[in-house]
């Protein structure tokens, strides 16, 4: 990673923390976030995973009238960052912890692709 690249990743992760910290206020069942990126292809590479404990309250977030709040404060941390981002929802993804024990035996790294 180049230093540039290291910089805009401590960036990312600063805001997004920024992110979670509301989000673990404010919403049911959230438990953290992640984000994946190739800098060589950034930001049209960003993916950035929301993760709940358990697919219950996934759904009753994603069902809610609360539903755009996360996407709300991810636009506005990257919108400080002055990332130009056309769609936050298409780089935005949502799972559960009870779905990664499931189907990876609890191994974030290996159902993130990392």
């Known amino acids: 990673m180049r230093k540039s690249d290291k910089k805009i990743d401590n960036q ?46 996934l759904n009753d977030y994603l069902n809610s009238s609360q539903n755009a709040y996360l996407l709300d404060l991810i636009s506005k941390e990257l919108n400080i960052m002055k990332l130009k981002i056309k769609s936050v ?20 790294a290996r159902r993130l692709g990392n």
């Open 89 to 108: 929802a298409k780089v935005v993804s949502y799972d559960s912890e009870e779905n990664c024990l499931a189907e990876h035996n609890g191994n974030w």
């Open 12 to 57: 990312l992760r600063e805001s997004l923390t920024q992110v979670c910290d509301a989000a673990l206020k404010d919403i049911e069942g959230f438990q953290w976030l992640t984000h994946q990126a190739n800098y060589s292809d950034f930001p049209n590479s960003l993916k950035i995973t929301c993760v709940f404990d358990t697919n219950e309250q």
